[in-house]
């Protein structure tokens, strides 16, 4: 059963870090490209950061380039994002999903984690 667990979320303050952890298991992880997206309340789903399995390509959203970076642990199955000098306006729901195609991923029910809570104080 595919299993994908977001960790690491919380309120921080604008100019913060936060690095959010998503760990995977019921599938071959190094196969797997992975994905992280947001979404605010009243706003659309954001693709934020996808890793690709097959050469560790990254692709960042414009609205977070220069600031996040997301990272691969193939030993513990586990994605990284780390998110530097946040805004308020990165406050959202983050989660992660995972595809056998390269990126971009496109989150499909059970393939997705449930989410974590970033909040961005001003």
């Known amino acids: 059963q595919v299993q994908l667990v977001e960790s690491g979320g919380g309120l921080v303050q604008s100019g913060g870090s936060l690095r959010l952890s998503c760990a995977t298991s019921?599938?071959?992880?190094?196969?797997?490209?992975i994905g992280w997206f947001r979404q605010a309340p009243g706003k659309k789903r954001e693709a934020v950061a996808c890793i690709s399995a097959s050469d560790g390509n990254t692709d960042y959203a414009d609205s977070v380039k220069g600031r996040f970076m997301i990272f691969r642990d193939n030993a513990r199955s586990t994605v990284h994002l780390q998110m530097n000098s946040l805004k308020s306006e990165d406050t959202a729901v983050y989660y992660c999903?995972?595809?056998?195609?390269?990126?971009?991923?496109?989150?499909?029910?059970?393939?997705r984690g449930q989410g974590t809570q970033v909040t961005v104080s001003s």
């Open positions: 999903a995972t595809d056998l195609s390269g990126c971009p991923v496109f989150p499909k029910d059970g393939f």
């Open positions: 019921g599938f071959t992880f190094r196969y797997w490209s």
